[in-house]
């Protein structure tokens, strides 16, 4: 102890007070979230975590259903077959699409890519509470642990997709344009890593808000013009720009494009996604990093 | 506004009776009894400052009474009386590298509310928590991700830890030698016991040789080899600069694996010294309440609060020369 804190606490005059002196430049509050880059640093050091997470994670997800992972790819046939029955037979918007199978698949197919980020940011913190709670280590880890697993379980139904395209008549033709399919994947990729650390802070810090997503990715998906085409119902200038500035809009129009009428994409289009898929992650990072301290709390 | 505040619950109207005691008296072994291994000291790696962890919670102990027409509207859309439940007042003390504290009480004297707030897992109303690295803290719930194998557990949680995955491969012996569950490994950790997850948390925790661990009510199972072997590591933990926090209502654990115990009653702390001692003066309480002797217990608090030393924690910043306490002047 030293004596210059005995003169100047006049606590140490009592007697049965025990005064501890602590050096705490050593010393940080417990639970308090890094400096960004140290952030970002840490975050870099854990990659074999979040790499190993989504692996194991993948496999254990359809553990207990007969067909396992099959799923992966029997779940967008049967909504696509839904919506070929609803909207192609019944209600007839496929007057005027060319090949309307294709534009249903490719819309069903990469949507469900970015709705199941939507959602599977709504529970992922709760699923990894255990391990938030046993180990230290920078949270974004277990979204982006998600979004990495989601992104790999893609593949099988990205090349089902294309098989399908190709083998059920009218068939597409593979043209040199398909080259480009990966670049608008990889910014639907850097799209859904940004919604997922949004919902998954925003569901952590308000359960409730798990409903309402489930009622938004119904809604984005009758905006985004998965099995009707927008610009043949909207009508009104402004409308049909706001709904063109709408992400998913993007991706599948621009994929459409590409993979079915061999046209190269309109470059206001590309753009609008771009920005998007550099927008999202950055703020959504931002957004997840500032709510660090919350996650493990009960 | 029928938002009625009672000071603390009394103890008394929640009852003991639900709780494993320590009825056996503590014998007087002439052997000399087991003790925790001792290590010298380091420099100080928690300092808890005047905590307090107060809950508000809705008080039903005026069900059967006639209510009011409002107070029982105001019931109905939950507006109800409620007491403040102190499950952690005004502690205070400083931890250092090497030392192996262990928490006792009866339930509900705020321990694991304690451990919980240093884990940084809940908030504290008020005091500070200030720690050296963010402490390694195991609860009580037994898996970790329960649909996975107890080996995928392994490496997952020591890389989460932050081994590289050379290091998880060389670790790996290791965390399942210590936690000794056998060929079990390969079973999906849903299909563990309470007490075999909490070994292999527990060895999966030490693999990483966490400068602060904080342990609640695990460890008191297994065989004498496995109990060895995990008192060895967690000596082992504290030789290299780390500190262990252990949660135990039975004392018995304390006295034979801490060097220092800390004694906590309705979320005060009554003593505060070495682990043989404190955790014999608490085992003598516990016995006396057991038996029905509230009297002599009550006398038996009082004794031990007597000669509770309290602690006044000042903290002083070296890399400053600064004094941050308000006594002081800055220089």
Request: with cysteine; glycine share 8%; proline share 4%.
């Amino acid at each position: 102890m030293s004596e210059r804190a005995r003169t100047h606490s006049p606590l140490a005059q009592v007697d049965d007070v025990q005064l501890e002196v602590v050096d705490i430049s050593r010393l940080k509050p417990v639970g308090q979230r890094a400096a960004l880059g140290s952030y970002i640093h840490q975050l870099w050091h854990r990659r074999h975590f979040i790499t190993a997470d989504s692996r194991a994670r993948a496999f254990a997800g359809n553990r207990d259903t007969l067909l396992g992972r099959f799923w992966l790819v029997g779940k967008p046939v049967l909504d696509g077959l839904t919506y070929f029955l609803i909207f192609g037979v019944l209600l007839g918007t496929a007057r005027g699409i060319d090949n309307y199978i294709g534009f249903l698949l490719i819309g069903v197919f990469l949507f469900s890519f970015t709705s199941a980020s939507l959602n599977g940011g709504a529970g992922v913190m709760a699923g990894g509470k255990n391990l938030i709670r046993a180990f230290s280590f920078p949270r974004a880890s277990i979204p982006l642990a998600l979004a990495l697993r989601q992104a790999i379980s893609m593949f099988p139904v990205v090349i089902a997709m294309l098989v399908m395209i190709v083998v059920i008549p009218p068939h597409a033709k593979i043209t040199w344009l398909w080259a480009l399919f990966p670049v608008v994947f990889l910014l639907q990729v850097c799209l859904n890593s940004g919604i997922i650390l949004y919902t998954a802070r925003l569901t952590s810090a308000l359960p409730d808000l798990r409903l309402v997503i489930g009622f938004a990715s119904r809604f984005w998906m009758y905006g985004s013009g998965v099995m009707y085409s927008i610009d043949k119902f909207v009508t009104h200038p402004q409308l049909l720009a706001v709904l063109e500035f709408n992400p998913a809009f993007c991706v599948l129009e621009i994929s459409r494009d590409l993979l079915l009428y061999g046209t190269m994409p309109d470059l206001k289009l590309w753009l609008t996604l771009g920005a998007w898929a550099i927008v999202t992650p950055v703020l959504g990072f931002l957004y997840f990093w500032q709510g660090e301290e919350e996650y493990g709390r009960e | 506004m029928s938002d009625l505040h009672t000071d603390a619950l009394s103890t008394d109207s929640i009852g003991f009776d639900d709780e494993e005691h320590d009825i056996t008296l503590p014998s007087d072994a002439d052997a000399g009894p087991k003790k925790g291994i001792e290590v010298p000291l380091g420099p100080p790696t928690v300092m808890v400052q005047r905590l307090s962890v107060h809950y508000r919670v809705a008080s039903k102990e005026r069900e059967g009474e006639h209510l009011g027409l409002l107070q029982r509207a105001a019931r109905k859309i939950g507006w109800n009386r409620t007491v403040t439940v102190r499950a952690v007042d005004n502690i205070s003390f400083v931890a250092r590298a090497g030392e192996s504290i262990g928490v006792v009480g009866h339930n509900g004297s705020g321990k694991s509310t304690l451990l919980r707030v240093m884990a940084g897992l809940e908030t504290p109303t008020s005091g500070r928590v200030l720690a050296s690295s963010t402490p390694s803290f195991l609860g009580v719930n037994a898996a970790l991700m329960p649909e996975l194998s107890g080996m995928e557990n392994v490496r997952i949680g020591l890389l989460a830890m932050g081994l590289k995955p050379k290091e998880v491969k060389e670790a790996i012996p290791d965390v399942l030698e210590l936690a000794g569950i056998g060929s079990s490994i390969h079973l999906p950790m849903k299909t563990y016991s309470s007490g075999m997850g909490a070994r292999l948390r527990f060895a999966i925790s030490a693999a990483a040789r966490p400068e602060i661990l904080l342990i609640d009510e695990a460890l008191a199972t297994g065989d004498a080899a496995t109990k060895a072997r995990s008192e060895a590591r967690m000596a082992e933990i504290r030789q290299h600069a780390g500190t262990i926090f252990l949660v135990s209502h039975a004392a018995q654990v304390v006295e034979e694996m801490c060097t220092r115990a800390i004694w906590l009653h309705q979320g005060e702390m009554v003593l505060d010294g070495p682990a043989y001692e404190t955790a014999r003066a608490y085992r003598w309480w516990a016995w006396n309440i057991a038996k029905g002797e509230t009297q002599k217990a009550e006398g038996l608090l009082e004794d031990a609060r007597a000669k509770l030393r309290a602690t006044v924690v000042h903290p002083q910043d070296s890399s400053t020369v600064r004094h941050l306490s308000r006594h002081s002047n800055a220089t």
